[in-house]
């Protein structure tokens, strides 16, 4: 069954060889058509132009949707998210109302700890409900490919039940789901006096049966003040090495830890959070291939300091957007909030934001090749928008739902 979209306001981020990695001034534009057709042919993009190019035959045979006044682009590349959680803790949220910080909070037992003992208590259905869930409000929200982490398990037993659960998901999900394994996202309470002995049941318990089951696309550690040190980090990246699984850290939300250039020194497909980046990090993060992903909606959530991605773009490095969808510090599907962040607060232009949670982001979870673009031959991923008088409006009227409908397919 094909189906003509015409009359598009304008089509956007199409392209008819597809674009790689964006970076620094490349990142400023993408590929509009005013006045556009688009033609999807069952699940794959077959065609796309102007108007004055769709003929008749086109037509012949097919559905045929007028989008008079309403935009189309690719589908959000969300590449960084912690889904799979046995509940919300907006007992914090009260807590950091009334003055605790994010920090406090995990110091007292609290943050992840709590998630992890919900999740433990959780069974492996009840779990993968609760994120279909969830991943239903994403792709509501425009997502069409979504990377989910572990990290709420924190043993062997119960960080496999998550990486099942996600492993569930991207056989059922109506989107391409990629994995990730961050046992390393917090020291569980039985060895919160010997953090060394829970890098061990990592590295010599968990990983070789990840790596047997073929549960991850990639690896992921905390690496921060107060979480996991360079050399912890270290053992877990070399360790991961050996299996051949990837790096996709959080770095450098909490302080100016290191993990950025230990990132870059493993190969990382991706650092992210990055609040703390200086000229040094900037430096190593240059021409490595490393994608530099922020996530506006946890500085916003937990009143911290934005990531510099203005500096790292004008520096030359290709940023990525993400949601972080997690209950401790951002609890939120929406990544049209998060691109209206990444210009209020930290001033991409639109069309910059755009590139960041689309192209971006699928190449900061390995899916480059395959989504955030509309592309010939490619799966029909996009948005339609309500009609709406330009892009920027998109994310400036940040509160207003403005999407119609989100085409997705894997
Ligand atoms: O990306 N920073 C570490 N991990 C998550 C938060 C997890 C939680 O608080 O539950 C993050 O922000
Ligand atoms: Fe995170």
Redesign the pocket.
């Known amino acids: 069954m094909k189906t003509v979209y015409k009359n598009i306001k304008q089509l956007i981020g199409a392209y008819e060889a597809p674009t790689g990695l964006l970076e620094g001034k490349a990142m400023a534009d993408a590929p509009a058509i005013g006045n556009a057709f688009l033609i999807v042919d069952g699940d794959t993009v077959e065609k796309f132009g102007p108007m004055d190019k769709l003929a008749d035959s086109d037509m012949l045979d097919a559905a045929v949707e007028d989008l008079s006044g309403q935009f189309v682009f690719p589908a959000f590349a969300d590449s960084?998210t912690?889904i799979v959680?046995a509940g919300s803790?907006e007992q914090e949220y009260e807590d950091k109302i009334r003055g605790l910080s994010?920090v406090e909070i995990?110091q007292r037992g609290g943050?992840?700890l709590?998630?992890a003992d919900l999740l433990r208590r959780t069974t492996e259905n009840d779990l993968y409900e609760m994120a279909m869930e969830r991943l239903a409000r994403c792709v509501e929200g425009g997502t069409g490919a979504i990377e989910i982490k572990s990290?709420?398990g924190l043993s062997t037993e119960s960080e496999l039940k998550m990486l099942r659960v996600i492993r569930r998901m991207k056989e059922t999900a109506p989107i391409a789901v990629r994995s990730n394994f961050?046992a390393a996202?917090?020291f569980p309470r039985e060895y919160a006096d010997d953090h060394d002995a829970y890098v061990s049941l990592i590295v010599d318990e968990m990983l070789p049966e990840v790596a047997k089951e073929g549960l991850s696309d990639f690896v992921d550690v905390?690496c921060?003040d107060g979480?996991f040190t360079v050399p912890q980090t270290e053992k877990i990246l070399a360790a991961a090495a050996k299996y051949g699984i990837r790096p996709k850290i959080?770095a450098n939300?909490?302080a100016l830890s290191g993990g950025i250039q230990l990132g870059v020194r493993y190969n990382a497909l991706s650092v992210?959070?990055l609040e703390h980046t200086g000229d040094d990090e900037i430096a190593a993060l240059k021409g490595s291939g490393t994608v530099a992903t922020v996530?506006p909606g946890?500085a916003f959530f937990?009143g911290m300091p934005y990531a510099p991605a203005r500096k790292m773009i004008d520096c030359g490095l290709p940023v990525a957007l993400a949601s972080?969808y997690?209950?401790?510090?951002?609890p939120s599907a929406s990544m049209k909030f998060v691109l209206s962040l990444a210009s209020i607060k930290m001033k991409l232009s639109p069309v910059e934001a755009v590139n960041a949670a689309t192209v971006n982001g699928a190449h900061a979870m390995g899916l480059g090749a395959s989504h955030g673009q509309i592309a010939p031959g490619w799966k029909a991923n996009f948005i339609i928008t309500k009609p709406m008088p330009s892009l920027a409006y998109f994310s400036y009227a940040y509160t207003e739902n403005l999407i119609e409908k989100v085409v997705v397919n894997k």
């Open positions: 960084h912690h959680y803790r994010y995990a943050g992840i709590n998630s990290g709420y961050l996202h917090a905390f921060d979480f959080h939300e909490l992210d959070h996530l946890a937990l972080d997690n209950p401790g510090s951002s």
